[in-house]
């Protein structure tokens, strides 16, 4: 059972360069949820995707766009990445009981930490 | 807009001694989901409890506790009897139930917990 899977784990990256984040869950969930990890800041959401096709953006969206490219996959793309960035990046999911997922708790996956040089 | 306040940064405590972890919500929602997790060094965030805004019963599992107190809007996190391996970061969440089909969970910054010998 693989629950939420994030790729890479580690990555450095120069000033400007872009990369994109790859989570994937196997959990039949709807919804899912990017998080960045800062020291001092807890978990700020950068966007999330109520099922496949919808994205919104959460608490920290500047700099970052992301693409539900199925019900499983949830992808988050740095486009010109900058030393804020730095950080450790989680990838989160959660059923939907009936139309609503406030209820049930996400499941996240191990982290990616990004360093950006 | 929803916020969670956990005002301890760190804690310190030898082995066997009871702590209590403190988390503190705003939410204009009636309707409302309380959660806790922990992040242990190895970095994966585990799940540890939710509680709905319409049960206020303390919920105990072993050495864990949880009071819930909708008039101080807090819902603390009690360990009894600490042990080394309870050594985390802890954070307590918020999910509102929201308008849409995958409402936010919203994270305090977390209370780092040492626990040694």
């Known amino acids: 059972n693989a629950g939420v899977t994030q790729t890479p784990k580690f990555q450095v990256l120069k000033t400007g360069q872009s990369m994109t984040l790859q989570c994937a869950q196997d959990m039949n969930h709807n919804s899912m949820y990017w998080y960045r990890q800062d020291p001092g800041m807890g978990l700020r959401l950068i966007y999330y995707s109520a099922s496949e096709g919808t994205t919104d953006k959460g608490e920290v969206p500047n700099g970052y766009n992301v693409s539900r490219l199925n019900k499983r996959e949830f992808s988050l793309r740095l486009e010109s990445a900058a030393p804020s960035q730095t950080s450790v990046y989680f990838c989160a999911s959660r059923t939907n009981r009936g139309a609503l997922s406030y209820n049930s708790p996400l499941h996240f996956g191990n982290g990616t930490r990004l360093t950006v040089t | 807009a929803q916020k969670v306040t956990q005002a301890q940064t760190e804690i310190s405590v030898v082995e066997k001694e009871d702590v209590t972890l403190d988390c503190v919500y705003e939410?204009?929602?009636?309707?409302?989901?309380l959660f806790w997790y922990k992040q242990p060094p190895s970095g994966e965030l585990v799940f540890l409890i939710r509680r709905n805004s319409f049960d206020e019963q303390n919920e105990i599992s072993g050495r864990y506790s949880w009071n819930f107190q909708k008039s101080t809007s807090s819902f603390n996190f009690t360990i009894t009897a600490s042990q080394v391996v309870d050594s985390a970061v802890y954070f307590c969440?918020?999910?509102?139930?929201?308008?849409?089909?995958?409402?936010?969970?919203?994270f305090g910054t977390g209370t780092r917990l040492q626990v040694t010998l």
């Open positions: 969440a918020l999910s509102e139930a929201g308008t849409g089909t995958a409402s936010k969970l919203t």
């Open positions: 939410t204009r929602d009636t309707t409302y989901y």
